[in-house]
Every structure is written in C-alpha cells, then in structure tokens.
C-alpha cells in the first residue's frame, strides 16, 4: 500500500494520525479476541466487573514477529516508580530487534516519510532508528534528583508503580492489559465513560478503570481511569506516539489542550461514524 503522506495529511497533523491508523495491522474482534465489557466504572471505585475484560484472545493472535518481539520487551523494566532501570546488552539487542522488524512496517514507514517531510527526523532510516531508540527506550529519571527509572516505552506499553500513593502509572496498551489478566495479576473493574454509555465490544478503543497486582510483594495499585486501543498491533500505538510526539505540540493548529494536556485528536473510522481519540503530545 502507499505510504507516501499526502499533502493534505501534512497540513493537517490529525489527518496524518488517521492515515497511519489506517494503514496499521489490526485484530479482527470476534475473531482473534472478544470483550466482555460489563459494567460502568465510577470514580468512588468498586468492581463493576465480575468477569475478566477478555474474552478469549486466540493461540495465534499474538504470533506475528512485531508482537513476538513485543512481547520479549515486556519483563525488561522494574515496576516500581524511582528504582533505578539497568538495560542490559541482551535487553538492548532486545529493543534493536523491535526497531528493526517496527520500521518495516507501513505505518512507521509512513511516519519517517512524513517527519522527514516536516524536517524533524532525519532521512536515514540508520539515523532514524536512534531517533526512535532515544524517544521510546531512552531512560529517563521520573523525578528530578531522582534515578533513572523510567523509558517512554516502559509507561506507555509496560506499566509503573508508585507505591507510595498506591497508583498505577501509564499501562495504555492492551496486550499489556490482556497478559496481566491472564496472569491473574490485574481486575478489571468496568469501562469509563463521561456519558456513562456503555461502549460496544467490537469498538476499537476503551477507556477502562482496573487494579494490578505487584507479583513480587503483593501490593495492589489502582488505575481510575486508562485509554487504550483495542486489537492494534505495537507498531500503530509507537507510530502514532511518535507522529504526535515530533510534529504534535503547542505550535502545531491540530494540537488542542485537554484538562491541562497538550493533545492531539484524530478520528477511528467505525460502523458508520467515527470514534475520536486523543494523543498525547
């Protein structure tokens, strides 16, 4: 498929947003994974949910090699928020795979192509692969004075801990969501909805409420409220960050401010309409 931005698509950040959803491999629902939704989530907590999130995900659902090396990322990160992060030689050659085998794909192809076009990426894929190594695995202290303990790709794909307040920090994808549950580390406790409408389970993205289990000591941290898409494979979600993170921000129209976050929206064609979705910039 093309991958070439088009001109509109560079004028226009969140029509680009789409364009690389568009072009980004996805799940079938009912098919390779189902939902169980249940019950709406509300903010004095509660588990409104007696029955796990997932359904079912199938054998083969997660075997394609993005995910494959996805998944071989996961355990690579401490969960508590101000320990200190050590990336191994392993765990790096880990990362450089995922690049590798992510950067072939068409909607990160067509994320290079239009930075490159917008002049904040550089032309080289060698080049940009660093780029990409120092947005998403480059470790960074949570706190100031603090160690580094913390990556973009460890809060937004792995989850993080902070103990003291009892939180869930990050953990916005669902392969993530799926294998803690799995695991029986994590409780789904119901969508969340501003309107309270209860969302279809074939819908693309769900705002959820949940608790997660720390295996090590068994403390249990609470998330109020996290937003993920649903069925997408790793490469949309670090696509479509990435697209946000270079060219989004407060100098870029399509960039709004949403509750004190510079966001940036985009529309999920589905059914008949679409779905808005907001990224983080």
Same mark, same amino acid.
């Given at each position: 498929?093309?991958?070439?931005? /088009?001109?509109?698509?560079?004028?226009?950040?969140?029509?680009?947003?789409?364009?690389?959803?568009?072009?980004?491999?996805?799940?079938?629902?009912?098919? $390779?994974?189902?939902?169980?939704?249940?019950?709406?989530?509300?903010?004095?907590?509660?588990?409104?949910?007696?029955?796990?999130?997932?359904?079912? %995900?199938?054998?083969?659902?997660?075997?394609?090699?993005?995910?494959?090396?996805?998944?071989?990322?996961?355990?690579?990160?401490?969960?508590? %928020?101000?320990?200190?992060? !050590?990336? /191994?030689?392993?765990?790096?050659?880990?990362?450089?795979?995922?690049?590798?085998?992510?950067?072939?794909?068409?909607?990160?192809?067509?994320?290079?192509?239009?930075?490159?076009?917008?002049?904040?990426?550089?032309?080289?894929?060698?080049?940009?692969?660093? &780029?990409?190594?120092?947005?998403?695995?480059?470790?960074?202290?949570?706190? !100031?004075?603090g160690p580094p303990?913390?990556?973009?790709?460890?809060?937004?794909?792995?989850?993080?801990? !902070?103990?003291?307040?009892?939180? %869930?920090?990050?953990?916005?994808?669902? *392969?993530? &969501?799926?294998?803690?549950?799995?695991?029986?580390? &994590?409780?789904?406790?119901?969508?969340?909805?501003?309107?309270?409408? !209860?969302?279809?389970?074939?819908?693309?993205?769900?705002?959820?409420?949940?608790?997660?289990?720390?295996?090590?000591?068994?403390? *249990? $941290?609470?998330?109020?409220?996290?937003?993920?898409?649903?069925?997408?494979?790793?490469?949309?979600?670090?696509a479509l960050a990435?697209?946000?993170?270079?060219?989004?921000?407060?100098?870029?129209?399509?960039?709004?401010?949403?509750?004190?976050?510079? @966001? /940036?929206?985009?529309?999920?064609?589905?059914?008949?309409?679409? *779905?808005? @979705?907001?990224?983080?910039?």
């Amino acid at each position: 498929e093309e991958v070439m931005p /088009t001109a509109e698509e560079l004028g226009d950040l969140s029509l680009g947003l789409a364009a690389v959803y568009r072009l980004g491999r996805k799940l079938e629902p009912g098919v $390779d994974y189902a939902l169980d939704i249940q019950g709406y989530a509300t903010r004095r907590g509660g588990d409104h949910a007696r029955r796990p999130l997932f359904k079912f %995900v199938a054998d083969d659902a997660l075997a394609s090699p993005t995910i494959a090396a996805f998944l071989q990322l996961l355990d690579n990160y401490e969960r508590e %928020v101000g320990k200190k992060e !050590r990336a /191994t030689s392993a765990e790096k050659a880990e990362e450089s795979r995922f690049l590798d085998l992510i950067m072939e794909t068409d909607c990160m192809r067509y994320v290079h192509k239009y930075c490159v076009a917008k002049r904040v990426a550089p032309a080289s894929k060698t080049k940009f692969k660093a &780029l990409l190594g120092s947005l998403w695995f480059q470790l960074y202290a949570s706190k !100031r004075g603090g160690p580094p303990d913390s990556s973009g790709f460890e809060h937004v794909f792995v989850g993080e801990e !902070r103990a003291d307040k009892g939180e %869930v920090v990050g953990l916005h994808n669902w *392969i993530q &969501l799926y294998l803690q549950e799995k695991l029986g580390l &994590l409780d789904y406790f119901g969508y969340v909805a501003y309107d309270k409408q !209860r969302p279809a389970e074939d819908q693309p993205v769900l705002s959820l409420q949940f608790v997660w289990q720390d295996a090590d000591d068994g403390s *249990i $941290d609470k998330k109020p409220t996290t937003t993920s898409l649903i069925g997408t494979y790793p490469e949309v979600e670090v696509a479509l960050a990435t697209l946000a993170a270079l060219v989004g921000g407060k100098h870029n129209p399509a960039t709004k401010v949403d509750r004190g976050k510079e @966001v /940036t929206p985009f529309a999920i064609p589905y059914g008949d309409g679409a *779905i808005d @979705v907001h990224i983080n910039c």
